[in-house]
C-alpha cells in the first residue's frame, strides 16, 4: 500500500530490503527483523511486512501478521456472550510492529497500522477473523494501541484487540 505522503510504501519483506540499520529502540524487535523474520516467513509461521521510502530498499519499519485464537473466556462478557460457545475465537495476530527512531513523530507508525489493519480486515472476508490482537511490549505501546481503539483482552493487560467489525468501518 502507498503512503499518503507518496513517499512512503509497504510491501511484503523481500531478499531485496535492506534491514541491517533498522534500529527500533527495542533490540528484540531490531534481532527479529535482521535474524528471524525470513526464516519464520519460509516456515509460514509469520508473514512480515516493511515500510520503506520509493526507490529506496533500506526498511524503516515493519508489522507481522500471522493467524492466532483467544479463549472466548479471554473477550469482555459483553462480547462473548453474542458469540457462539466455542472454546476459541480465530483472530489475526499483529505480533510486531515497529518503526525506526530516526523516522518517529511522522505519522508512520499509524500508517503501518492503518496498512496492517486494512490488508487483515480484506483477509478476513474469506478467513474469519473476529478480531486483530497486538502483543505490547510496554506501557508506551499500550497506549499507542489505545489510542485507536484497542482494549485488553481479560487477564492480561498488554494483549489488546480491536473487533473485525470496527476495522472494517474504518475503511468504507
Ligand atoms: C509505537 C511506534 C510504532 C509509533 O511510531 P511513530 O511513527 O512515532 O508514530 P506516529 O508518528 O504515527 O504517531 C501516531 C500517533 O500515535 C501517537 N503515539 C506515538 N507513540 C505513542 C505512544 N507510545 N503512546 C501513545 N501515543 C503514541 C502520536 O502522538 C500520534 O498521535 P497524534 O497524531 O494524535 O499526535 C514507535 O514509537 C515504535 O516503533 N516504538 C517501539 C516499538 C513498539 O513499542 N511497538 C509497539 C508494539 S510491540
Do not use: C, K, M, W
Given at each position: 500500500m502507498a503512503c499518503p505522503d507518496g513517499e512512503h510504501l509497504v510491501e511484503a519483506?523481500?531478499?531485496?530490503?535492506?534491514?541491517?540499520?533498522?534500529?527500533?529502540?527495542?533490540p528484540v524487535l531490531d534481532e527479529y527483523l535482521q535474524h528471524r523474520a525470513n526464516q519464520d516467513k519460509r516456515r509460514n509461521v509469520t508473514v512480515p511486512f516493511v515500510l520503506i521510502s520509493r526507490d529506496?530498499?533500506?526498511?524503516l519499519g515493519y508489522y507481522t501478521l500471522s493467524a492466532c485464537a483467544v479463549r472466548l473466556?479471554?473477550?469482555?462478557s459483553d462480547l462473548a456472550r453474542?458469540?457462539?460457545?466455542?472454546p476459541v475465537v480465530p483472530t489475526t495476530l499483529l505480533g510486531r510492529l515497529a518503526v525506526d527512531q530516526r523516522c518517529r513523530g511522522q505519522g508512520l507508525g499509524e500508517f503501518l497500522l492503518m496498512d496492517a489493519l486494512f490488508r487483515s480486515s480484506v483477509h478476513a472476508q474469506e478467513v474469519a477473523s473476529y478480531a486483530v490482537v497486538v502483543s505490547a511490549k510496554n506501557e508506551a505501546a499500550r497506549s499507542f494501541y489505545q489510542k485507536y481503539g484497542f482494549q485488553a483482552l481479560i487477564d492480561d493487560e498488554n494483549r489488546l484487540f480491536l473487533p473485525m467489525s470496527t476495522i472494517s468501518g474504518l475503511f468504507v
Open positions: 519483506l523481500g531478499a531485496e530490503h535492506d534491514r541491517s540499520t533498522f534500529s527500533s529502540g527495542i529506496n530498499p533500506q526498511v473466556a479471554e473477550l469482555p453474542r458469540l457462539p460457545r466455542y
